[in-house]
């Protein structure tokens, strides 16, 4: 669609415009940007139909946006977009990627050091030229070596925030096929995996080869890697994620067309993982079966192979639900039939790290309470950042009591919201270097609940990281410790710290862990969680949303629940308000 190629080209502008320094211009281009991505209609048959005036109706798009939709439209370019990319070639999006390197960074390096990519980046860090100027120095030069390796391990494999809408696409427009009776997705997305190499995808049909040559000639398809009667492999254009204003990577996408009697041992058998099909495989030997992605087989003939749940019966399991197929003990729990029941998608009553207007956010904690009650939530929490965070605008004490205020009495008027549900006063407010919070005590205790988080001086020793974080959580104050382990998928490691005294604290205090819904965090993870559980801790899932769209990522961080086998009882905001109360009074 031509939306997501000028979505792209804005987001570019915008980031062109900020390295240059120039104010509001970036913001109304990225504005521009995601409003053009999330639209449902191609900008070209909008301006089709109903010319500049329909395209200055779109939000976020005024005149000058228009003309230049407009004259994208017509010539295929932007001309002043060719004009900074002129002045300034660099390769802004992938230089921005490492850690540490903003627009402005990026200006600078080129100016200095003609650095224009990634390797020239790498080339001139490892020769030791980066440490010699004045805004950078030893340390930030070994960081950003950092951050270039590990953007190289991290290659190849995409957000699952990126991938997932695009997915849920793909099997909305093959669905209008009538050739196309059963749909899943498989393998790493299926599990929801936090990364994704590439894509499977399986139908059933009576009629493959229509399948097969739809799937090959979708909008979108640049690349066919292969195609045969029943399968094919195509890779998709890069689209600009308006989660993660990331920009994908063309991904690749497999495609399998299957019949209806089989479709259950494929989708098995595609979703995987490999180790956990490893296993299954072998239980049926030991039960005299022979397992394959064409069935459950007692010697030549098929005993299962329609669903899944008839070949995990079969071989006397319990159903495993995806998200815990990765060999980590599901098969042995589901043998003694002791799997947890997992925390169901529909099973979240509210999201407690939500941040308004106050701090920057997009929307108003009207807006965002509003949207909650439409999403079915009984309660929502506004927790904004605090002082010590200035790049996030966050709020001092004077002003959180102001904002407590507007809460109140958003509160006491029901006929906004429904009479039965609560806007919470909360934030997320910084654990300093020493442990000690960066605002007072008694406005802290003026709050519902409050959330602690690390936002600065991550690179500290193990005991400092884990003495900091424990002492801010024997704050009677602190409820919640917001994304515990700092990582930035892609992007940069968990800070040390000892996981397992935290835990302990944690207990010992009654203070909540968060699990972070946004895509690029996913914080804590599912090893973590799992550690958490079995610890008696308890969680809670939030979204860290900056506008209302963004309380959409509630359902990574339940798949990241899920993968760490997390039940109702271990998730705070599944339960009830007046029993959440109780937990973050504790
Ligand atoms: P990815 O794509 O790297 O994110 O991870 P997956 O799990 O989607 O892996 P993929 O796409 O290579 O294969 C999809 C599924 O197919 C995988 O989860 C299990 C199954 N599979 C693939 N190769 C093998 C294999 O050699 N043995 C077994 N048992 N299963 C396999
Ligand atoms: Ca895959
Ligand atoms: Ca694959």
Redesign the pocket.
């Known amino acids: 669609m031509t939306n997501q190629e000028i979505a792209k080209i804005f987001q570019n502008i915008a980031l062109y415009f900020e390295m240059d320094g120039v104010s509001f211009k970036p913001q109304a281009y990225e504005k521009a940007a995601i409003n053009l991505e999330t639209l449902s209609e191609d900008v070209k048959d909008i301006y089709k139909k109903g010319g500049r005036e329909a395209l200055e109706e779109i939000p976020g798009v005024g005149k000058n946006i228009a003309d230049k939709i407009i004259e994208y439209i017509k010539t295929g370019k932007i001309k002043e977009y060719q004009a900074l990319k002129k002045k300034t070639p660099v390769n802004i999006e992938e230089l921005i990627s490492v850690e540490g390197i903003g627009p402005k960074g990026v200006k600078y390096l080129y100016k200095k050091l003609k650095i224009k990519n990634l390797k020239d980046l790498e080339r001139a860090a490892k020769a030791g030229k980066i440490r010699n100027l004045p805004n950078f120095g030893e340390k930030k030069e070994q960081n950003i070596l950092e951050g270039i390796e590990f953007l190289k391990r991290s290659k190849g ?1 995409f957000l699952l925030g990126e991938i997932l809408p695009r997915v849920q696409e793909i099997i909305f427009r093959l669905k209008k096929l009538k050739e196309v009776k059963q749909i899943s997705e ?4 299926r ?1 929801r ?1 936090e ?6 995808v399986l139908v059933t049909s009576s009629n493959p080869k229509k399948v097969v040559d739809y799937f090959v000639s979708m909008p979108g398809v640049v690349k066919i890697w292969g195609r045969g009667p029943t399968k094919a492999s195509i890779r998709l254009n890069d689209g600009f994620d308006p989660h993660t204003k990331d920009f994908g990577v063309g991904v690749d996408v ?1 495609l399998r067309v299957l019949s209806d009697r089989q479709f259950g041992s494929a989708l098995q ?6 180790e956990h ?2 296993v299954l ?1 072998k239980i049926a030997i030991d039960n005299g079966l022979k397992l394959s992605e064409y069935g459950l087989f007692r010697g030549p003939k098929i005993i299962a192979g329609k669903t899944e749940k008839e070949i995990y019966k079969t071989l006397k399991m319990e159903y495993i639900e995806p998200e815990l197929r990765e060999n980590t003990g599901e098969i042995g729990a589901s043998l003694k039939k002791k799997l947890p029941l997992v925390i169901g998608y529909g099973d979240i009553k509210g999201d407690l790290h939500v941040h308004s207007n106050w701090d920057g956010g997009k929307n108003s904690i009207e807006e965002l309470a509003n949207e909650a009650t439409k999403m079915g939530y009984r309660y929502i929490g506004i927790a904004d950042h605090t002082k010590f965070l200035r790049i996030e605008n966050g709020l001092n004490e004077k002003q959180l009591v102001r904002r407590n205020k507007e809460i109140d009495s958003l509160n006491s008027k029901s006929y906004i919201l429904n009479s039965k549900f609560r806007i919470l006063k909360g934030c997320e407010a910084n654990i300093m270097a020493d442990g000690s919070i960066d605002i007072d005590d008694n406005v802290l205790a003026q709050m519902d609940y409050v959330i602690a988080g690390v936002h600065s001086q991550m690179k500290m020793s193990k005991v400092e990281m884990t003495e900091r974080i424990i002492k801010s959580m024997e704050n009677p104050n602190v409820d919640i410790i917001a994304h515990p382990t700092g990582r930035i998928l892609k992007k940069r490691d968990e800070y040390e710290v000892d996981f397992d005294e935290l835990l302990e604290t944690a207990k010992k205090t009654g203070t909540i862990l968060e699990i972070n819904a946004f895509p690029v965090r996913l914080d804590l993870n599912d090893i973590h969680i799992k550690k958490a559980k079995q610890a008696g801790v308890k969680m809670v899932i939030n979204t860290d949303a900056h506008r209302k769209e963004h309380l959409q990522l509630m359902e990574y961080g339940i798949s990241q629940a899920r993968r760490g086998w997390a039940e109702k009882k271990d998730i705070v905001n599944a339960w009830p308000l007046e029993k959440l109360i109780e937990a973050i009074k504790k």
Do not use: E, L, P
Not at 186 to 189: D, I, K, L, R
């Open positions: 494999r498989a393998g790493s997305v599990r995996k990364t994704i190499g590439d894509v499977d497999d058998y595609f979703t995987g993982s490999k099909n490893i495989r």
